[in-house]
T-cell receptor
Framework: DAGVTQSPTHLIKTRGQQVTLRCSPK?????VSWYQQALGQGPQFIFQ???????QRGNFPDRFSGHQFPNYSSELNVNALLLGDSALYLC??????????FGQGTRLTVV | RKEVEQDPGPFNVPEGATVAFNCTYS??????FFWYRQDCRKEPKLLMS???SGNEDGRFTAQLNRASQYISLLIRDSKLSDSATYLC????????????FGPGTSLSVIP
């Protein structure tokens, strides 16, 4: 049983560009959450998707958007990248409010 | 006040020591609580759920005090392999699920 998979694992983008990160949840999980983790800090909740809709959102600007597909996989899009967007982006899947399982993350560097 | 707060750390302890981490949360409606462990540059992994009656898993004991909105994690007989960052996580099971991570407490077990 594959766990949560994210792609790509590493990414370098230029300030002002747009980026799309992808996540496939653990088999049987229907909820996908995205987090941003800056160096030395705990993960910060970006948003959560369930049944293809955004259910909850953290304190992130509209430049951060997402999507969930019928197969429960999800994408995170970030527009107009800033240097401060450089971080580890983590995807976690769960079955409703149960324990979340994380992917290995995508390390985004904005230069 | 932040929604989830943890001991600032870092904790540096000798092998075999007992160490306790504390976590407080602000939302009295929170229903689910977890401890995650995160190794350097890796994704967080579930260490244990925290139940109202308290629970133990080998050398690890988690306790919940709803009245004080306080969660603890006790590690007995520390091993070198316990060195990691420990994240307190709180879910608020309202109509929608929201997950909140604490900033984490770093533990280094020294030979």
């Amino acid at each position: 049983d594959a766990g949560v998979t994210q792609s790509p694992t590493h990414l370098i983008k230029t300030r002002g560009q747009q980026v799309t990160l992808r996540c496939s949840p653990k088999s049987g999980h229907d909820t996908v959450s995205w987090y941003q983790q800056a160096l030395g800090q705990g993960p910060q909740f970006i948003f959560q998707y369930y049944e293809e809709e955004e259910r909850q959102r953290g304190n992130f600007p509209d430049r951060f958007s997402g999507h969930q597909f019928p197969n429960y996989s999800s994408e995170l899009n970030v527009n107009a990248l800033l240097l401060g967007d450089s971080a580890l982006y983590l995807c976690a899947s769960s079955l409703r409010a149960r324990e979340a399982f994380f992917g290995q993350g995508t390390r985004l560097t904005v230069v | 006040r932040k929604e989830v707060e943890q001991d600032p750390g870092p904790f540096n302890v000798p092998e075999g020591a007992t160490v306790a981490f504390n976590c407080t949360y602000s939302n009295s409606a929170s229903q689910s609580f977890f401890w995650y462990r995160q190794d350097c540059r890796k994704e967080p992994k579930l260490l244990m759920s925290v139940y109202s009656s308290g629970n133990e898993d080998g050398r690890f004991t988690a306790q919940l005090n709803r009245a004080s909105q306080y969660i603890s994690l006790l590690i007995r007989d520390s091993k070198l392999s316990d060195s990691a960052t420990y994240l307190c996580v709180v879910n608020s099971e309202t109509s929608y699920d929201k997950v909140i991570f604490g900033p984490g407490t770093s533990l280094s077990v020294i030979p």
